[in-house]
């Protein structure tokens, strides 16, 4: 009898176990998001970037597309560059107070991978000067931290200077400064599909001398003070539906 009882329990026990392993692995499956998941907060993103005023005073500003071999290689879900240009009267006389101001928001991190100054400035012809400087700006109060980027190219016989203030967004950790970030969320199961933004504030020309840096500093804090606000929703991890 107690073995007769030994073997009716095991019968009954190996089934209940695979049922309740079973239940385990579905409740655990259900905690998992997928990239469908993830759209109401990329529509949101979307109207965040799409918001950046053209008029920032004194800056004016006009719209500039995005090259189709770019597109291809970015897939944004929201891109905006914008072509600002200085109307201070100190500053009609001056062809170089004029700056470019991009925002790119993917919907996955690795497609960020390949935009970024480091990368694609060197593709388009352009080499490195000197080292790259983390830096710490002040907005409105508020703390930028991002990085400087300095790049050179030679065109028939002149040299094209170019400076690149950038930092990247992600949501939950918001401002992050470099891409290590970005490359840490692309290999996170769920932090992949939040994607990331990123900005770009680009100064060429004469603005783009070392000896200029304190105006390319207000320029800026001038353009991305507006910008706070996007950042605060690209910063929002809520992924709730509408």
């Known amino acids: 009898m107690p073995e007769s009882s030994s073997n009716i329990r095991s019968l009954l026990f190996g089934p209940a176990l695979c049922t309740l392993l079973l239940l385990a692995m579905a409740f655990e499956n259900r905690g998992y998001r997928g990239e469908a998941d993830f759209e109401p907060f990329h529509v949101r993103a979307a109207r965040a970037v799409n918001s950046i005023p053209l008029v920032i005073a004194p800056w004016m500003?006009?719209?500039?597309?995005?090259?189709?071999?770019?597109?291809?290689?970015?897939?944004?879900?929201?891109?905006?560059?914008?072509?600002?240009?200085?109307?201070?009267?100190?500053?009609?006389?001056?062809?170089?107070?004029?700056?470019?101001?991009?925002?790119?928001?993917?919907?996955?991190?690795?497609?960020?991978?390949?935009?970024?100054?480091?990368?694609?400035?060197?593709?388009?012809?352009?080499?490195?000067?000197?080292?790259?400087?983390?830096?710490?700006?002040?907005?409105?109060?508020?703390?930028?931290?991002?990085?400087?980027?300095?790049?050179?190219?030679?065109?028939?016989?002149?040299?094209?200077?170019?400076?690149?203030?950038?930092?990247?967004?992600?949501?939950?950790q918001g401002i992050c400064p470099d891409m290590k970030a970005v490359t840490a969320a692309a290999e996170d199961y769920e932090q992949q599909y939040y994607g990331a933004t990123q900005f770009q504030v680009v100064f060429g020309g004469p603005l783009a001398e070392g000896s200029r840096r304190d105006e390319r500093d207000q320029a800026f804090a001038e353009l991305i003070a507006p910008c706070l606000g996007v950042i605060r929703t690209l910063s929002d991890g809520a992924i709730q539906h509408e």
């Open 61 to 172: 500003g006009q719209e500039e597309e995005l090259r189709e071999e770019e597109r291809k290689l970015l897939k944004p879900n929201a891109y905006r560059c914008i072509a600002f240009a200085d109307t201070r009267a100190t500053a009609l006389t001056d062809a170089s107070r004029k700056v470019l101001l991009m925002v790119a928001q993917c919907k996955q991190a690795r497609d960020m991978d390949g935009h970024y100054p480091p990368k694609c400035y060197p593709s388009r012809g352009y080499m490195k000067v000197g080292d790259e400087k983390r830096r710490k700006w002040t907005v409105a109060g508020k703390t930028v931290e991002g990085m400087e980027y300095r790049f050179e190219r030679k065109e028939q016989g002149r040299v094209i200077r170019t400076t690149i203030y950038n930092f990247m967004v992600l949501p939950q």
